[in-house]
């Protein structure tokens, strides 16, 4: 079974820097992709970013040039900084992780960590 732990939520001031990070307890390469998403009280979860096995990236339209996902295959862990930061931007922010192998999909979620961005 994987695990993914988030850490480095908070409390941050309108404007400011938080910078996520994902542990995952398998190597990054085992995955298809793994992505953050966000939920925002009363709303859906939304997918803020995502980076594939290729190292390929996309994120929601929202928070690009403000967002930005990587990876450090040797930590087995993924990262999300994001910059420049708004009150929109407060939610609880999960770690995913897909797997696929032949017709078989697996996902698995971390624990979430909370993001407040509040003067």
């Known amino acids: 079974q994987v695990q993914l732990v988030e850490s480095g939520g908070g409390l941050v001031q309108p404007g400011g820097s938080l910078r996520l990070s994902c542990a995952a307890s398998?190597?990054?390469?085992?995955?298809?992709?793994m992505g953050w998403y966000r939920q925002a009280p009363g709303k859906q979860r939304e997918l803020v970013a995502a980076i594939f096995r290729s190292g390929s990236t996309d994120y929601q339209d929202s928070v690009k040039g403000r967002f930005t996902i990587s990876r450090d295959n040797a930590k087995n862990t993924v990262y999300l900084q994001m910059n420049s930061l708004k009150p929109e931007d407060t939610a609880v922010y999960s770690c995913?992780?897909?797997?696929?192998?032949?017709?078989?999909?697996?996902?698995?979620w971390g624990q979430g960590t909370q993001v407040t961005v509040s003067s």
């Open positions: 398998a190597s990054l390469f085992s995955f298809y992709a």
């Open positions: 995913n992780a897909v797997e696929r192998g032949g017709a078989l999909t697996t996902t698995y």
